[in-house]
């Protein structure tokens, strides 16, 4: 449970003015990490056991609940030790209160009690649960994610099939080109589960021109563990039925091998493997390189796994992709009628059609929603079956929902967290990686970065993760993030396995269980806040969509709900708002770490207990009708990621220790910026400065060693055509990873700029012929870009240019001479 994980990490993670600061609750705080430990040895188990056994199950969530509590109150002494900061970094003009602030090292009075009752509360809750917990008899496992899953074989009935003949034609193909890069080539079949990649195997596997191309065949469902020893027992029994080697050392059984194999032609097929070590794979290619017939043989594997894939192959694997809805209608008409009835139910074909949709091609889905229909012609029973989830329905072992569920459940634990929470959005959404990201890091979802990273790399770590399972895919790339969605079927299961946590919440939800975490609100005709949230005090999340259709009286009694009842609330998204103002008792919301107000252009100022949100760890002010930036904003020490829109001229000097954690910082509109703050020096964390549509901000650009920025940006080309710019001098130096000058930057400024300055770029090869378009240009200096080869014809059309300056340039100096 990657609860525990976090507690206990956190726990472990306590800064040294955290520590000083728990001193007083130590011994409650040691009995809560004993006993955390004491359960996390036999989680695993627990987590295995829970799927057959209801009671533990409930337990389980319980637990749950108890470690959110445990989460929340050591958050409460990360709070406490940033107020203690502030109160240092910026001290009250009473001299008491001052002395107080720099002194005090240990808890105020109020603080100790409440954080001591809050402890021994959660400790005496752990003892009432412990005598539930230990009927269960568990005991401690490795964490190797094994988790058994179905058996299957080579055998296939061709009339159960639909829409394959395409992509069994494309598979037998592949196997068919001779190799010859000197390896076993393996060719592998990803996609999600319930696609059909292991009935495309077994269709390629029975196809009579690979029997006669491959005189021995062997089938190996590896599925639940890729250990060498068992996949050799595994082969040879394939191959020699009548073999007996259950007791076989490693060593006979590669010998064994040998010998069966020696100088025939195969082909392998192992199925549904999951194994991402890639130690593991080579030791069984090894062996099979070993034999005389390795070179004309071929392997076929199927996974859901790209990682899998480029581990055991060189060749890009083949993606399966979803049946055709003629297709999908073909097979749910196979499993929800006898031959030839459906003729006689055109009304419930016409709800089949329906749900078939909703499949989106996979057809283990289709099939699962005939069967569940097969029979029935009442149409209240097909009416039912539409308008629920699939995740809702009752299933078999062998039913989608099942058969996802495994992909699931071989997840590590914190990426099990970050699945389960993208079901807070609508299905089909589109997702924004960094949107993402924030609120995993929001919520405390990622385990501590290791040295040289930051959380952000731990949840694009994360992202890419789902990526290579094939839960998520991407859609669009925008070089700093990308956009991605998630396919219906999956979302099922995200919502399956959320339940509890997740609920997206319109005018009609009439019940929302006590124990959410996480709220969605989504409706254009939302009048008002819905009642049943008045009762919940857990939420951590609360994201608002269709935000330009609400009304004001909406927003205050959500953030006035928010402040009375969410006191953990870590993520609040209100874009589109039509908030004016922002109530001063927002400050109180000290666990608050993403606040997102984006386009709220009522919004002119921010109240003065702003300061307090001490935890805010991303912010975006981007689109309001903010006038200045106020000081407060630079007290937020924990800030990582800030967006802002402004209307003034000048924004106020970045003070020495302010902002220390700032990666992002985005200028988004601002139209009459003229100059970038002083102190921009004190950002020393900062990685990313985007600027957006701020026409007169920049007049004068240096960009100074920065060896690993490359500033080649692609733009669409009505992009390209609008950006304006205001440059009048750009200097570029010692980049050297610069390939190529930033069109984006440069043609955006063609009417302006009057000085280019190239320095130290040893890697910048030739300038392009668009330079010709700079027509303000006085002076171009290129200095010491040792591998530039030529400038492009016609420089002598800056008919503006005054000074043309070219030193330490060897390739170009053996082309032009002082005359030149």
Sequence with gaps: MAETERVLEKL?????????????????????????????????????????????????????????????????????????????????????????????????????????????????????????????????????????????????????????????????????KPSDDGNIPVIPIVGIGGLGKTTLAQLVYNDDRITRLFPLKIWICVSEEFDLSRLLKLIIKSVNKRERCDDSTLDALQARLRSLLNDKKFLLVLDDVWNENQAKWVELRNLLRSTDGFLSSKIIVTTRSLNVASIMSSIPPYILKGLSLEDCLILFIKWAFNDGNERHYPNLLRIGEEMVKKCKGVPLAVRTLGSLLF??????????????????????????????????????SHLQRCLAFLSLYKKDEIYYSDQVIRLWMANGFFEHPKQNQEWEDVGKRYLNELLSRCLIRKENDFGLGFSFKMHDLIHDLALEVSQRECKIVNPETKMVDEHVRHLLLCDEKLVEVPRVLEKLEKVQTVIVQDGSKRSKIVDKSLINLCVSNFKYLRALELRDSPLTDLPDSIGTLKHLRDLDLARSEGICELPRSFCKLYCLQSLNLGGTGLKQLPDSVQRLIELRRLVITVEAWHLKEIRAGCWTSLQYLELDRCMKLRCLPEGMQYLKSLRTLHLYLCPRLLEHLQIVTCPSMNLKMELEEEEDKDLQLSLKTLSLVNLTSLTDLPRWLLQGSSSTLQQLRIRGCQNLCVLPAWLLNLTSLHELQIVDCINLSVLPEGIDCLTNLRELKIEKCRQLSKRYRENG
């Excluded at 029935?376 to 989608?400: A, P, V």
């Design 12 to 176: 472990v993670h306590l800064s040294v003015q955290e520590i000083r600061l728990a001193f007083n609750v130590k011994t409650e705080l040691e009995t809560l990490e004993d006993t955390m430990s004491n359960i996390k040895a036999v989680l695993l188990d627990a987590e295995r056991q829970q799927h057959h056994n209801e009671k533990l199950h409930l337990c389980m969530w319980k637990l749950r609940d108890i470690f959110y509590d445990a989460e929340d109150v050591i958050d409460d002494f990360k709070c406490e030790a940033l107020r203690k900061q502030d109160a240092i970094n910026h001290p009250n003009i009473n001299l008491k209160v001052q002395f107080l602030a720099s002194c005090c090292t240990s808890l105020p009075p109020s603080f100790s009690l409440r954080m001591g009752y809050k402890i021994k509360d959660i400790n005496r809750r752990l003892d009432e649960l412990a005598t539930e917990w230990n009927s269960f008899a568990l005991g401690p496992r490795s964490d190797d994610r094994h988790v058994l899953r179905r058996e299957t074989s080579s055998f296939v009935d061709y009339s159960d099939v639909i829409g394959r003949d395409e992509d069994k034609e494309n598979i037998i193909s592949m196997l068919m």
């Design 375 to 412: 029979q029935k012609t009442d149409e209240s029973d097909w009416i039912y079956i539409r308008e629920n989830e699939i995740w809702r329905l009752k299933q078999n072992e062998n039913d989608i929902l099942p058969v996802l569920k495994l992909s699931y459940n071989h997840l590590p």
